[in-house]
């Protein structure tokens, strides 16, 4: 579902970011990326939905190569993967129901079907009662789950996020977690790059280790691996 095969990439100012990765993630995994700061694990995650571009090497999703994408498919390709950030990344004008409703809008549903999926993935993120809320009356932890929700409205194959539970309580990061394995069971494809320890050592989930842009470990129902 996943593909990377010798993929490298270097920045304009010639740091080497990943040097050489191989990896397959298949459907319904549920993937943490872990490693030090500098590693190379917000890198591999952004080459995955084309915000960067590999130096080298080819990355597979659903047998379409992203590293050869033209730049006008990438919007429909971007429809095929959810993506969650640490800082959210809502529209603060916007109510809950029209930052999740935004990402269908923009490929003219019909507003009946909007409806109804917006507040479908809203139940899902339990989010129901406060469809009208705006972002800032809501916690760090409502907010997340917008996200999630408008990063699951297009029903994607795989849902990337990038340490979404980063800004949050000990104690919130867990309900995150609740959700995004809610998902993963309804068959979505989870690649999570994080630093809580605690999370990985407890829901047990195959853990891929980065350091120095390689893929330095890679095991099923693996553990952090690092002090902090
Ligand atoms: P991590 O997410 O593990 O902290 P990153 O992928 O962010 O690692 O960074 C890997 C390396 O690439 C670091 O040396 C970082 O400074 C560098 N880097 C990341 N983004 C850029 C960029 N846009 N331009 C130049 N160098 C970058
Ligand atoms: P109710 O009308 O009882 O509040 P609904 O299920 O009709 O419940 O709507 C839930 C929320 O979604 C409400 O806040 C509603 O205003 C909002 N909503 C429904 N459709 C839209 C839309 N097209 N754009 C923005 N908000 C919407």
Same mark, same amino acid.
């Given at each position: 579902? !996943?593909?990377?095969?010798?993929?490298?990439?270097?920045?304009?100012?010639?740091?080497?970011? *990943?040097? @050489? *990765?191989? !990896?397959?993630?298949?459907? @319904?995994?549920? /993937?943490?990326?872990?490693?030090?700061?500098?590693?190379?694990?917000?890198?591999? *995650?952004? =080459?995955m939905y084309?915000?960067?571009?590999?130096?080298? @090497?080819? !990355?597979?999703i659903?047998?379409?190569?992203?590293?050869?994408?033209?730049?006008? #498919?990438?919007?429909?390709m971007r429809r095929k993967i959810g993506v969650v950030f640490?800082?959210?990344k809502?529209?603060?004008?916007?109510?809950?129901?029209?930052?999740v409703?935004?990402a269908?809008?923009?490929?003219?549903?019909?507003? %009946?079907? *909007?409806? #109804?999926? /917006? =507040?479908?993935v809203?139940?899902i993120v339990?989010?129901?009662?406060?469809?009208?809320?705006?972002?800032?009356?809501?916690?760090?932890?409502?907010?997340?789950? /917008?996200a999630i929700a408008r990063a699951i409205v297009n029903n994607p194959e795989v849902l990337i996020a990038d340490?979404p539970?980063?800004?949050?309580?000990?104690?919130?990061?867990?309900?995150? =977690?609740?959700?995004l394995?809610?998902i993963n069971?309804?068959?979505t494809t989870i690649v999570m790059? %994080?630093?809580?320890?605690?999370?990985?050592?407890? !829901?047990?989930?195959?853990?891929?280790?980065?350091?120095? @842009?390689?893929? /330095?470990?890679?095991?099923? #129902?693996?553990?952090?691996?690092?002090?902090?």
């Open positions: 579902m !996943i593909e990377m095969k010798d993929v490298w990439k270097s920045y304009p100012n010639n740091v080497k970011a *990943i040097n @050489g *990765i191989n !990896i397959t993630i298949k459907k @319904g995994e549920f /993937v943490y990326v872990v490693g030090p700061s500098g590693a190379g694990k917000s890198t591999f *995650i952004k =080459m084309r915000e960067e571009k590999p130096t080298k @090497g080819d !990355i597979l659903d047998s379409v190569n992203l590293a050869k994408m033209k730049e006008k #498919r990438i919007p429909y640490q800082d959210f809502l529209l603060p004008s916007l109510t809950v129901f029209e930052n409703a935004f269908l809008e923009v490929i003219e549903e019909n507003p %009946t079907v *909007i409806k #109804r999926k /917006v =507040m479908d809203l139940d339990m989010l129901k009662n406060k469809a009208r809320f705006l972002p800032t009356e809501l916690s760090g932890g409502e907010q997340q789950r /917008v340490e539970t980063g800004n949050l309580d000990p104690d919130t990061a867990w309900g995150i =977690m609740d959700i394995d809610d069971h309804r068959g790059a %994080t630093h809580n320890k605690d999370i990985v050592n407890t !829901i047990k989930k195959r853990v891929v280790a980065i350091e120095g @842009g390689r893929v /330095v470990r890679d095991e099923l #129902r693996g553990s952090y691996g690092y002090e902090t």
